[in-house]
């Protein structure tokens, strides 16, 4: 199904078979999936054999998925499905993040994942907990987000440092084009995709990784590098 969470999205147009949904990006795509979530309750109980699949737009506007990486999502999302947890594409900071929940140093990216029954079942169908503090984010000053008491100063780093990247380091591709609110936003959805790996380790759930192996982290940086020497040539 399909969650309309923007007026002028043209997949739901493209696509009319498949059930259309209207939501309120009041937290962007983690509130249009807890209305997918929640539509399917009323249809069904969810089992603790069920494996949801979620994604986004930046799935197919802003990564070049090959069949080789069709391969890998498939292969992390069956491991999904036999043990409790969630998959797809993992990244890792240096140093563990203190979240409002416990400590965090890899999670999974969620423009593309899958997230078992067991968990949601645990969670009584709330893809984040309750009880997850939010907002984070609060303002912007001096080309930094102010965060609310709760974020330890590695988590705001981090985030600091994809939202006003350094001259020559990798970051968000909108940083220059947003507003300080739509920055707010954002790194308020950062926060969200940290916290819901947290919340399914915490429930005794595990991460599996899509690029786990040495070889499809290879294969990984390398279609990355191309990807980006590509943008250069298509911006010069």
Same mark, same amino acid.
């Given at each position: ?74 292969? @992390?999302?069956? #491991?999904? =499905? ?10 890792? +900071? $240096?140093?563990?993040? &203190? ?78 084009? @947003?507003?300080? #609110?739509? =920055? ?10 940290? +916290? $819901?790996?947290?919340? &399914? ?36």
């Amino acid at each position: 199904m399909i969650v309309d969470n923007s007026p002028d999205l043209a997949m739901a147009k493209a696509r009319p078979a498949l059930p259309i949904l209207k939501g309120d990006n009041s937290k962007g795509e983690f509130s249009g999936w807890q209305v997918g979530i929640d539509s399917i309750r009323t249809q069904a109980s969810i089992q603790n054999g069920d494996l949801f699949i979620f994604a986004n737009d930046t799935a197919s506007r802003l990564r070049r998925l090959t069949r080789i990486d069709d391969w890998l999502f498939q292969r @992390s999302f069956r #491991q999904c =499905l036999r043990s409790d947890g969630i998959a797809g594409e993992v990244n890792s +900071s $240096l140093e563990p993040m &203190v979240l409002p929940r416990g400590e965090l140093q890899s999670w999974v990216s969620t423009y593309f994942f899958a997230l078992s029954g067991k968990y949601l079942n645990a969670t009584g169908g709330q893809l984040i907990p309750a009880d997850v503090p939010y907002p984070a984010a609060l303002d912007v000053k001096d080309k930094k987000i102010v965060f609310d008491f709760f974020i330890d100063s590695t988590l705001a780093g981090h985030i600091n440092e994809w939202l006003f990247p350094r001259e020559g380091r990798k970051g968000w591709y909108k940083t220059h084009s @947003s507003s300080a #609110q739509q =920055l707010v936003f954002k790194a308020n959805m950062i926060y969200l995709e940290k +916290s $819901l790996s947290l919340a &399914v380790c915490n429930q005794g759930g595990k991460i599996h990784p899509t690029y786990g192996h040495k070889l499809a982290m290879r294969y990984k940086r390398k279609m990355e590098r191309a990807y980006e020497r590509e943008k250069r040539k298509s911006h010069s």
